[in-house]
């Protein structure tokens, strides 16, 4: 960490980024030392320390942070919506094959399964059922039939979450549901670090006929903080090619659903 970046260069969410990502490969990291790599004050770094501790991503110590192993970011989603693109658009692409004429789809908060709905649009004879406010923007002008599970408003997700919501979801008898979450663990199987979106996609996958999942190659075999769903409960996995090779076949070798989605270049 000796190459200044200067506080003009990043967001404050881009710079929480930043900083887990230095965490992550260093293993540490002191106030001091970010301060002078971000050109920013000290009491806004342990600002940001603060944030991520709060997260559950690292842990703080006298002067600095300690990286927690095995958990994977939580980030708003203006930030997450960044990551990834093209592997998210080839899992949402192959994830179409799975949905046919007359179905009853529910759709979660995640950002994987916006780019899912951009598909679904082009769609007739389809109800999908959302607490995903960017799902139901992509699909308002749409033939597809939309119900919108109002409640709560959760601003890291941009959804809805709570007693509201819940009771919308628990309504309906889903044909398909897709789903995804932080991280994929081959034991714990789809993890997540919110409490409230953790029960709401349970109640999806509760009430769904078939049950898919969609994760990127960058979330499989890492650890959220709560259990989701174990991955035998779902009908198939999709990731992307540039999933390890040797992550795939130890996922293929426990009998996971796997469904590996092209990627140019993976």
Excluded at 208 to 219: E, P
């Amino acid at each position: 960490m000796n190459t200044r970046l200067g506080s003009s260069a990043f967001l404050p969410k881009e710079r929480l980024v930043r900083i887990y990502d230095i965490v992550q490969k260093e293993g540490t990291a002191r106030v001091a030392e970010l301060a002078a790599l971000f050109g920013t004050s000290a009491m806004t770094i342990r600002r940001d320390l603060t944030e991520l501790e709060a997260k559950g991503l690292v842990v703080r110590t006298q002067g600095g942070v300690v990286a927690r192993d095995g958990i994977l970011r939580d980030y708003d989603v203006d930030v997450r919506q960044t990551y990834n693109v093209e592997e998210k658009s080839a899992i949402a692409k192959e994830a179409m094959r799975f949905i046919q004429p007359g179905d009853y789809v529910a759709l979660d908060a995640s950002t994987t399964v916006v780019e899912l709905a951009k598909h679904i649009a082009n769609l007739r004879d389809v109800t999908v059922v959302t607490n995903n406010f960017m799902v139901a923007n992509i699909l308002a002008s749409s033939p597809v039939e939309l119900v919108f599970a109002g409640g709560y408003l959760r601003r890291e997700a941009f959804s809805t979450v709570g007693p509201l919501a819940e009771h919308t979801v628990m309504q309906f008898a889903f044909t398909k549901v897709f789903v995804s979450g932080t991280a994929v663990d081959l034991d714990a199987g789809l993890m997540d670090n919110s409490p409230d979106e953790v029960h709401m996609k349970q109640l999806m996958l509760r009430n769904s006929k078939k049950r898919y999942l969609l994760a990127d190659s960058s979330k499989i075999m890492h650890r959220g903080l709560i259990k989701v769903s174990p991955l035998a409960e779902f009908d198939a996995v999709v990731t992307d090619s540039r999933i390890d090779p040797a992550v795939e076949l130890t996922m293929r070798k426990a009998n996971v659903p796997l469904v590996v989605a092209g990627v140019r270049g993976g």
